[in-house]
């Protein structure tokens, strides 16, 4: 029964657990939703005022305006600018706590973080138009932050955002200026989709996505500038080997997960975990403190410390089922509040720790970049303290994990090539690509959902794809599925990949001293690390001297939920990347809407969404893009 849910094996052993002990898991919710409402599916469901609310009927049958007169196209657009503008917000706040965290270094009042990637700080100020000539690391740090923090507040629309302008082609710049959609400010760029989808104000479904699209951008530039500054000041990551599923958590330790998006915290957890270990010990857990990662949060502080990852989006209930799960600590989005009442089946303590994101039931202990060794401090006594009070009868960690080699950022990627080519580091990729042995690339991304088997969407469009010599990339739940189901080893590269990405792999591999192949997917790190993917792309297109759109580059959130995931994949498809959905987005009750996504969009961007819930025809149709770009590059 369970395998209809997931296809991790792992989870699906809990479920087990869960049915016998009666705790209501996510599956469980997804079934009393059923039937869902038609109208809310289609996107027709306007609650903008308190008339409302309105539904509207798409196939002419019933009510065809709401009261005001909205149609069902004003209807669904809105509501889609809405989410993508919820979407940048979360991005581009978790953007501006790291900035404001850079900047209060540079001032000496964040005595927990240090600079750990230099040589990437003076690279991001060079392309940010700073002069890094004869400064000393302090002013150059302060100078990131503050022309950083002016992409949140710059009234000058005339001067663009730099993050955006700084990071894309120069064709991609001028076909979105052409476009009148470059933003000049993320705070405002979502102030003004809020606005202009208040009740009454833009009702032309093409002027309202030409908003979504800025909002896209905003989030973009957002995420962008989380990833750098994150790698600034926790380090860029390199390759590493760790493992994930829930055979991951310890009996015999005090384990902990970290959950969420902001790297900020959790970094702090791991390096007071190593200075504390002792104190574990000594409350009897032999082998100390285990940290152990979920979403996002997960994959920061995998990619950079080789934390093995736990689980993904839809099964983060299930670590605390294993009955051996002391603390889950949490920061912001994509944490369910049920994890409050599965946790008061166990001993498990859920802690909470941003102002923004607190759940009844849970501890909270605030943090802030002021106080943050004392908060990462308090939050490890409260795990021992609950391993004390752990009933060791009740464990049951299910013995499945898998090996991952993470952490490909795309420097890492380039210094991989440089193996081969020290002068050209691209050039070996970009050879390979022209002689076919890669036939092109494909990002996956994006959530778990329950409409889909959880997981099951990616793996199998994982191994179609490179079946057919396509290289992967991969971040945020979709890089945990891949983990989970061991696809990011050498060995999943020797069963998996065409002959010709196996020879590229295992040439990089070789070169890079791995006695074997690059893992078949390379992990990037979290959602917010998508932008990893973008400076690859970048680089490749410049190189070869054409716009990104030109590429046989592919984006796929095959198993997509939140709104995060709307403005992620409305960004990828505005910067040229043709961007597959293998869930429906709530945007059908609107003909017009659907064709701009799914067709129009290619006149203004050159690129647009493909949405197609089987994964096998998904991964058919990602091909038939890839060999079609390759036409237009004459390869
Ligand atoms: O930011 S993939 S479920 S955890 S939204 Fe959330 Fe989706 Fe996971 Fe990471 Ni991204
Ligand atoms: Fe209804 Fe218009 Fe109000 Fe929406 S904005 S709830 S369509 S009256």
New binding site residues.
């Given amino acids: 029964m369970s395998e209809t849910l997931t296809t991790d094996r792992a989870v699906q052993e809990l479920l087990v657990i869960a049915k016998q002990e009666q705790i209501e898991t996510v599956w469980d919710r997804a079934e009393a939703q059923q039937p869902q409402c038609k109208f809310g599916k289609l996107g027709v469901c306007?609650?903008?005022?308190?008339?409302?609310?309105?539904r509207v009927s798409p196939n002419g049958k019933g009510t065809k305006?709401?009261?005001?007169?909205?149609d069902e196209h004003t209807?669904v657009a809105r509501n889609l600018i809405r989410g993508i503008a919820a979407g940048a917000a979360a991005h581009s706040d978790h953007g501006r706590h790291i900035a404001l965290t850079l900047l209060a270094v540079s001032e000496g009042k964040a005595p927990a973080y240090q600079i750990n990637d230099t040589a990437k700080l003076e690279r991001v100020a060079k392309q940010l138009g700073i002069i890094t000539e004869n400064k000393e690391l302090l002013q150059l740090v302060k100078e990131v932050a503050e022309i950083t923090l002016e992409d949140f507040s710059r009234q000058n629309a005339e001067i663009s955002s730099r993050w955006l302008t700084s990071t894309l082609t120069k064709e991609r710049i001028e076909k979105l200026k052409a476009l009148d959609v470059l933003i000049h400010n993320i705070d405002a760029t979502v102030a003004e989709i809020m606005n202009r989808t208040h009740?009454?104000c833009d009702a032309d479904p093409v002027n309202i996505l030409l908003g979504g699209v800025r909002g896209a951008l905003a989030d973009y530039a957002g995420m962008c500038l989380s990833t750098e500054l994150s790698d600034i000041l926790f380090g860029t990551p390199n390759p590493t080997i760790t493992s994930a599923n829930l055979g991951v958590i310890k009996e015999d330790a005090v384990n902990v997960a970290l959950h969420g998006h902001n790297p900020l915290l959790s970094e702090v957890i791991c390096h007071i975990a190593r200075t504390m270990n002792d104190e574990a010990v000594r409350a009897g857990a032999k082998r100390g403190f285990n940290l152990v990662g979920i979403c996002c949060t997960g994959n920061e502080v995998m990619v950079r410390h080789g934390v093995p990852l736990a689980t993904n989006y839809l099964s983060q209930e299930m670590p605390i089922l294993t009955g051996a799960l002391d603390a889950m600590v949490v920061d912001v989005q994509c944490i369910m509040p049920s994890l409050s009442s599965v946790k008061e089946c166990f001993h498990t303590k859920l802690i909470t720790t941003m102002p923004t994101t607190k759940i009844p039931g849970a501890i909270h202990v605030e943090f802030n970049e002021e106080t943050a060794f004392e908060a990462a401090k308090q939050i490890l006594n409260l795990a021992i303290e609950a391993f004390q009070s752990r009933d060791f009868k009740r464990i049951n960690i299910p013995q499945h994990k898998e090996t991952a080699i993470v952490g490909f950022s795309a420097e890492a990627i380039i210094s991989a090539l440089s193996k081969l080519d020290a002068e050209e580091p691209l050039k070996p990729l970009i050879d390979n690509i022209i002689n076919g042995n890669i036939q092109g690339i494909a990002l996956f991304a994006g959530c778990n959902n329950t409409n889909v088997v959880q997981d099951q969407n990616f793996t199998t469009m994982a191994k179609r794809l490179a079946a057919n010599n396509v290289l992967l990339l991969a971040t945020g739940c979709g890089a945990g599925a891949l983990a989970k189901n061991g696809l990011m080893t050498q060995e999943a590269t020797l069963e998996y990949a065409g002959d010709g990405l196996k020879a590229v792999l295992t040439a990089i591999g070789e070169a890079n001293g791995l006695k074997g192949p690059l893992p078949l997917v390379l992990h990037m790190g979290s959602c917010v690390d998508n932008t990893r993917a973008v400076s690859v792309a970048v680089a490749v297109a410049n190189k070869l001297g054409v716009d990104l759109n030109m590429l046989p580059v592919v984006a796929s959130a095959p198993e997509a939920m939140s709104e995060k995931a709307m403005a992620i994949g409305t960004w990828a498809v505005t910067l040229g990347l043709t961007t597959h959905l293998g869930t429906v987005p709530q945007v059908t009750g609107s003909e017009t809407v659907t064709t701009i996504l799914t067709d129009k969009l290619t006149d203004l961007v050159g690129a647009c969404f493909l949405v197609e819930t089987e994964a096998e025809a998904a991964a058919d149709k990602l091909l038939a893009v890839i060999r079609e770009k390759r036409k237009g590059l004459s390869i």
């Avoid at 306007?46 to 309105?54: S, T, V």
């Avoid at 305006?65 to 909205?70: E, S």
């Fill in positions: 306007c609650r903008i005022c308190w008339k409302g609310p309105c305006r709401g009261i005001c007169g909205a209807i009740v009454g």
